[in-house]
Every structure is written in structure tokens, then in C-alpha cells.
T-cell receptor, first 114, second 113 residues
Framework: GENVEQHPSTLSVQEGDSAVIKCTYSDSASNYFPWYKQELGKRPQLIIDIRSNVGEKKDQRIAVTLNKTAKHFSLHITETQPEDSAVYFCAASRGAGTASKLTFGTGTRLQVTL | DTEVTQTPKHLVMGMTNKKSLKCEQHMGHRAMYWYKQKAKKPPELMFVYSYEKLSINESVPSRFSPECPNSSLLNLHLHALQPEDSALYLC????????????FGSGTRLTVV
């Protein structure tokens, strides 16, 4: 089955700096890669996703890049703000058939300090 | 309506109790999921329903019994749980075939005593 590795496990940046979180996946058939933000005690929320036919996607301060050959994808957050502090999970799925099984990475705890 | 609603938000149950978790969505999603999340860990898939039929069971113990009465509702029936089953239980839904991302509910925080 799919295995998703995520690094780093913790990341501390100063407000205004950029943050980068990296994930690798094992299943070459995976074609859908979402990123979730989870604040303490709350639900995971989808912040951005990318499909295998696209190399990069951007939404305001957040961007995701995908390298299918190397089987890795990354989350980039620019101009970080204190409210970006949370746990971030990457995930991968084949997205085929009638339902998709998401496999999550182990999570990155991002802390944005003033 | 763009939400997945889970009830109850908190549940404390004894090891001999029977209880049910409920999940509801009205986004027209035909895939629904149960995930279990322990503290400081990622969500782990338990069950997937597609068009009201169970399509994936991730070798979950039989003390957890899912049910999908219709396209909007998903239940998780609990019986004879163990203290190690204490966790946040998340329901999610998506368009079949992952046309969009999952939408997660707020979860039920379950404590087994």
C-alpha cells in the first residue's frame, strides 16, 4: 500500500518568514495530493491540493509543488503569520474508482513566532 | 450546506456499553469515511462507503460496526470497546473518485473508561 513520509516533524519560523514542508510517497499510481491544516482540538481542513497532471499550484500565500519522477511534493507558505501555527498533514491517494483512500503523512507542527 | 456534522461531540462510555456515532452531510457526496485519530498522530482510515456500500474495511475489530442508511448519513456503532479505543473519531465525505478533497466533520472525542 501507499506510504507517505513527511518532514520536518516540527518547524519554527519567525513571522514573515517562509515555511516549507516536504513529503514523499511510494505508490507511483497516486495522483491526488491534498494538504490539511489541523488546529488543536479541531478538524483537519483542506488548504490546497494538487493533481498529478499539474506541477505547481498557488493560492495566495500557499503553494504546492509536485515532482512525479522523484515522487515528492512540498508545501510552501510565504509571509507566515501567527494564525498559520498548526499541524499540517500531507496526504496521497489514487483517486480512482468510486472512493479514494487517503494516506496521511505523520504531520508537521508549525509554530510561527512573533 | 458545505459541512459534515458529527454527533455527539464528546462521548464517555464504559467497556460494556453500546453507543453510536452519527455523521451527516448534504453536499451530495457519495463517498463517506470513518477515520480514527490518536493524539499527535495522523488520521487513520477505518471504513469507506461508496454509494452506500462498504468498499473498504481496514481490518477494524468487529467491536466497531459501520452503517450507511442512506447517501447522507453514516453511523458507527460501538460495543465492548477497550480503553485504547479512546480517540477522536472523524467522519469525512467526498465526491466519489476524489473530484474534490475530503470534507471532515469536527469529530467525536471518545473516552472509554
Amino acid at each position: 500500500g501507499e506510504n507517505v513520509e513527511q518532514h520536518p516533524s516540527t518547524l519554527s519560523v519567525q513571522e514573515g518568514d517562509s515555511a516549507v514542508i516536504k513529503c514523499t510517497y511510494s505508490d507511483s499510481a497516486s495522483n491526488y495530493f491534498p494538504w490539511y491544516k489541523q488546529e488543536l482540538g479541531k478538524r483537519p481542513q483542506l488548504i490546497i491540493d494538487i493533481r498529478s497532471n499539474v506541477g505547481e499550484k498557488k493560492d495566495q500565500r500557499i503553494a504546492v509543488t509536485l515532482n512525479k519522477t522523484a515522487k515528492h511534493f512540498s508545501l510552501h507558505i510565504t509571509e507566515t503569520q501567527p494564525e498559520d501555527s498548526a499541524v499540517y498533514f500531507c496526504a496521497a491517494s489514487r483517486g480512482a474508482g468510486t472512493a479514494s483512500k487517503l494516506t496521511f503523512g505523520t504531520g508537521t507542527r508549525l509554530q510561527v513566532t512573533l | 450546506d458545505t459541512e459534515v456534522t458529527q454527533t455527539p461531540k464528546h462521548l464517555v462510555m464504559g467497556m460494556t456499553n453500546k453507543k453510536s456515532l452519527k455523521c451527516e452531510q448534504h453536499m451530495g457526496h457519495r463517498a463517506m469515511y470513518w477515520y480514527k485519530q490518536k493524539a499527535k498522530k495522523p488520521p487513520e482510515l477505518m471504513f469507506v462507503y461508496s454509494y452506500e456500500k462498504l468498499s473498504i474495511n481496514e481490518s477494524v475489530p468487529s467491536r466497531f460496526s459501520p452503517e450507511c442508511p442512506n447517501s447522507s448519513l453514516l453511523n458507527l456503532h460501538l460495543h465492548a470497546l477497550q480503553p485504547e479505543d479512546s480517540a477522536l473519531y472523524l467522519c469525512a465525505s467526498s465526491h466519489a473518485g476524489a473530484k474534490g478533497g475530503y470534507t471532515f466533520g469536527s469529530g467525536t472525542r471518545l473516552t472509554v473508561v
